[in-house]
């Protein structure tokens, strides 16, 4: 069954650097999403991205934040100056054309210390 | 804006008994879809069961089935036979039924523990 790929599964990194995440969406998939939950807490929409560009976005994605499809099969996730309260698992999901499942990958956990 | 709630943070069952997980959920919408997702202690997020609003029968998987009222905008889970295997987070969530390039974030709810007891 087709997957969602998400690398690295875990990433430290120093409070101030810059962090890319990296998923692989489902090939045929049009529409591509990520998500974030702090630990113990819920599940959270970032941001949406079609046609290659951004078609929706939280209050949580703000100047910080930028996605990118560089290439046509990968799509990144992108936080400028990390800081503590950025640490968080995200997930990447992908939805075909004219469906409304989701795939979600395995997760990112980001820790900044 | 659409908000779902959870309003079990924790439940736990027997082996081979049933439980039922509660969901309630504000919208103004009319079409729109329900989910149910199982998060594991490895915190993948598996679909577990998804309902289209305009459905009048309640979706069914296997040992997991839903309790859809649309005019209570209430959406349960209940998992029967429950297995070692189902303790999780489960959580609820939303999708409106809007255009192509909109619309179509999930809005989850703060989920339930679910622990299965041997």
């Known amino acids: 069954e087709p997957e969602v790929t998400q690398t690295p599964s875990h990433q430290v990194t120093q409070m101030g650097q810059e962090v890319i995440l990296r998923c692989v969406p489902i090939s045929n998939h049009l529409y591509f999403y990520w998500y974030r939950q702090i630990l113990g807490q819920k599940v959270e929409f970032l941001v949406s991205f079609y046609n290659n560009e951004i078609s929706e976005k939280s209050e949580i994605f703000d100047d910080q934040f930028s996605v990118e499809r560089p290439d046509g099969s990968n799509f990144t996730l992108k936080i400028r100056s990390t800081k503590l309260e950025d640490s968080a698992m995200y997930f990447c999901?992908?939805?075909?054309?004219?469906?409304?499942?989701?795939?979600f990958g395995s997760g990112t956990r980001l820790t900044v210390v | 804006a659409q908000t779902v709630t959870q309003s079990q943070p924790e439940m736990s069952v027997q082996e081979a008994e049933t439980v039922t997980l509660s969901c309630t959920y504000d919208?103004?919408?009319?079409?729109?879809?329900l989910f149910w997702y199982k998060q594991p202690p490895s915190r993948q997020m598996i679909l577990v069961i998804r309902q289209e609003a305009y459905k009048q029968q309640n979706a069914t998987e296997n040992r997991f089935s839903v309790n859809f009222q649309k005019a209570a905008k209430s959406f349960s889970l209940k998992i029967s036979d429950s297995q070692l295997g189902d303790t999780a987070m489960y959580f609820c969530a939303f999708m409106k039924h809007g255009g192509e390039a909109s619309g179509s974030r999930l809005t989850f709810g703060e989920g339930t523990q679910l622990t299965v007891n041997p």
């Open positions: 999901a992908s939805r075909p054309g004219g469906g409304y499942g989701y795939t």
């Open positions: 919208t103004s919408e009319s079409n729109y879809y």
